[in-house]
Each structure stands twice: as structure tokens, then as C-alpha cells.
């Protein structure tokens, strides 16, 4: 049962437009999300977080979006650069230290 | 400071056959976990070990075992290897202070095929 979903495998944006990655829950309970970036043979890198009681985090390019009743975060990433091109993981976690991961979304910023 | 090491990076292995991966967790950090990567699938947790114990698992078969060192090393074992069994295998670790969550941090992970 996957608990966090990327209806989305695959996304690409021209150079300098915005990227918006979507990802979405089933559980209530999670407080917790991060996305994660992830380039070919190498293991995911933190990208950004946010907590259930806010419902914007802002980190340079990068800004998480938390919209708690419909269960649904975005991440967005402007302006886009070819070097964002990666898979994207978004990550969910309620209490205890077990985080449930999306499937991913391949970005390709088209120079 | 380090990052997480895993090792061996590449392995190739026949059915029938067992595996034991293993991953040095980041200086510090007494929370490993053990996750396997298939295309379509994205990222499953296998389980997580704290300070020698196995505080939570997913839903993988008993084949599928792990544990964890005095010194936060950990290794991950999987017995009877299956066709189906060929992925990536990524280890995390984090600090896990009292109260907060915490991000994980990777390693590269080590990429099991199974002939």
C-alpha cells in the first residue's frame, strides 16, 4: 500500500521556468515531509523539509508547499537550472523514525 | 565529516544464494536504515535499527534481516536470494536527537543483481 504517491514519473521544464514537483498522502498522521534529490548512481541527497504546522518552507530556489487538508505537497523550484535535472523523491513521517518514500519524478530542465 | 558508506557497491549473485551488505552509518549517528530501490517501486523500507535494535520494519519477507553493531555499523542480510530481489539496496543514516525528526542522510547503495 503506498502511502505516498508521484502520480508524475516524469517532468520536463525549459531552463529558467518553474518546476513544480506534486506528491501526494494517504496518512493523517504524518507531520513530517522531505524531498529528496537523486542523480544517477549515487544515493539521495536532502533537498528541503517542512513540518505539519507550517504550510511553506522557502530554501533559495527551492520552496515546499504543505496543504494539509487535501494531503498534498508540492515542491518548486525557480528559477529551473539543467543541473536540477534529477529523480525526485518526496518523503513522509508520523511518529518514530520511519520515513515512506514516492516513487519519484524524473526532471529534465531542457537548457 | 564521512558520509555513509556502503559496501560493496556492485554484486552480482545467483539464485538460492545469500547476501550480507553492509553500511558504516555517518560519525555520530545512531539511527541506520535499510531501504531497497526498484524501478516503478521507489524507495521501501526495509527496517531501522537504533543503538542495536530493530525499532521498526516494513513489510518485506523473513528472508530479509538485518542488525546493528555496538559502533552504529549495520549489515543487511538476505537469505534464498529471488530474481525479484535485484535492486538497489540504500542504507540512511541520522542523528535521531530526542524529540526532533531527522533528515537521512545516504549513502550510494550497493546494486544487487540476481542471475
Known amino acids: 500500500d503506498q502511502q505516498v504517491k508521484q502520480n508524475s514519473p516524469s517532468l520536463s521544464v525549459q531552463e529558467g521556468r518553474i518546476s513544480i514537483l506534486n506528491c501526494d498522502y494517504t496518512?493523517?498522521?504524518?507531520?513530517?515531509f522531505l524531498w529528496y534529490k537523486k542523480y544517477p548512481a549515487e544515493g539521495p541527497t536532502f533537498l528541503i523539509s517542512?513540518?505539519?504546522?507550517?504550510d511553506k518552507n522557502e530554501d533559495g530556489r527551492f520552496t515546499v508547499f504543505l496543504n494539509k487538508s487535501a494531503k498534498h505537497l508540492s515542491l518548486h523550484i525557480v528559477p529551473s537550472q539543467p543541473g536540477d535535472s534529477a529523480v525526485y523523491f518526496c518523503?513522509?513521517?508520523?511518529?518514530?523514525?520511519?520515513?515512506?518514500f514516492g516513487t519519484g519524478t524524473s526532471l529534465t530542465v531542457i537548457p | 565529516k564521512a558520509g555513509v558508506t556502503q559496501t560493496p557497491r556492485y554484486l552480482i549473485k545467483t539464485r538460492g544464494q545469500q547476501v550480507t551488505l553492509s553500511c558504516s552509518p555517518i560519525?555520530?549517528?545512531?539511527?541506520v536504515s535499510w531501504y531497497q530501490q526498484t524501478p516503478g517501486q521507489g524507495l521501501q523500507f526495509l527496517f531501522e535499527?537504533?543503538?542495536?535494535?530493530?525499532?521498526n520494519k516494513g513489510n518485506f519477507p523473513g528472508r530479509f534481516s538485518g542488525r546493528q553493531f555496538s559502533n552504529s555499523r549495520s549489515e543487511m542480510n538476505v537469505s534464498t536470494l529471488e530474481l525479484g530481489d535485484s535492486a538497489l539496496y540504500l542504507c540512511?543514516?541520522?542523528?535521531?536527537?530526542?524529540?526532533?525528526?531527522?533528515?537521512?542522510?545516504f549513502g550510494p547503495g550497493t546494486r544487487l543483481t540476481v542471475l
Open positions: 496518512n493523517s498522521m504524518f507531520d513530517y
Open positions: 517542512i513540518s505539519s504546522i507550517k
Open positions: 518523503a513522509a513521517s508520523g511518529a518514530g523514525n520511519q520515513f515512506y
Open positions: 560519525s555520530g549517528h545512531r539511527s
Open positions: 540512511a543514516s541520522s542523528l535521531l536527537t530526542g524529540g526532533a525528526y531527522n533528515e537521512q542522510f
Open positions: 535499527y537504533f543503538s542495536e535494535t530493530q525499532r
